[in-house]
């Protein structure tokens, strides 16, 4: 049975009145919503957890409490994600009165694990994986791939933020984590608004690293040091005469 956005909404609305749900929850729900139609009704679809705590302004704690409870009440499933190299996966669900109507997996797997190889993106791009010793499926770093998906590697990506960071910091340049995600944000838009739609992680790195640089030295983020000759005391008076006669000092 073909089901459209609106029994997403109905369904939730009719649960609602059994048992209200918070704002948050409600907040989040209609929040997953979005994001499946963004993907062109995307389901299941994957999303990183720095982007739905950005815009909801949440923290990680919390998101974990309010997925737990969308579950638990029917209406989603989750698969978390599996270290920097797949982002939490999410589907919504349709329940019929007895039972769920909709039984959405993740990925297409029949137990709710994880697998991507190969996995096909809401434009169609088919993204190649590998599989490690241990069967966790990486990305190559040449794999070119979507902006969307890009952008939700990088962001949940905090060894490589926390790494900017670092090198900001030698640099003379003061951003914290949360502020490297939102000129992160603003990198994607300009790739978008610039045409780009593939591209690979490590070629992104490199290019966001010195878009970054760029933008925070032109806008004067950069602390100046001073050079060990401009280091002391300044002398502004300009009669010599008064530095003559030194033996008195």
Known sequence: MEVS????????????????????????????LSESNRLY???PFG?????ITNNLGISRQTLCRLRKKLQDRGLIIYEE??????????????KSKDSIMQNVTINGTQNGTVNVTPCETADGTIIKTHKTA???SIISMEELLPLDRLQSILCDDREWIMRIKEYLDKQGIK???????????????????????????ADTQKHFVNWLMKR????????????????GVKLTEDNPNKFKNISEW
Do not use: H
């Open 47 to 51: 999303c990183s957890t720095q982007r």
């Open 216 to 231: 925070e030295c032109s806008r004067g983020n950069k602390q100046k040091s001073l050079s060990p000759q401009q280091v």
């Open 134 to 136: 241990d069967n966790e």
């Open 175 to 201: 951003l914290d984590e949360t502020n490297i995600g939102k000129r992160l944000e603003d990198f994607f838009l300009y790739l978008q608004t610039g045409g780009t739609k593939l591209k690979s992680i």
């Open 81 to 94: 994600g599996k270290n920097n190299s797949i982002v939490p996966c999410y589907g919504l669900l349709i």
């Open 5 to 32: 956005p609106f029994d997403y909404m109905k369904q939730f609305w009719r649960e609602n009145e059994v048992q209200m749900f918070s704002a948050k929850e409600t907040q989040l729900y209609f929040f997953f």
């Open 41 to 43: 009704w995307r389901n």
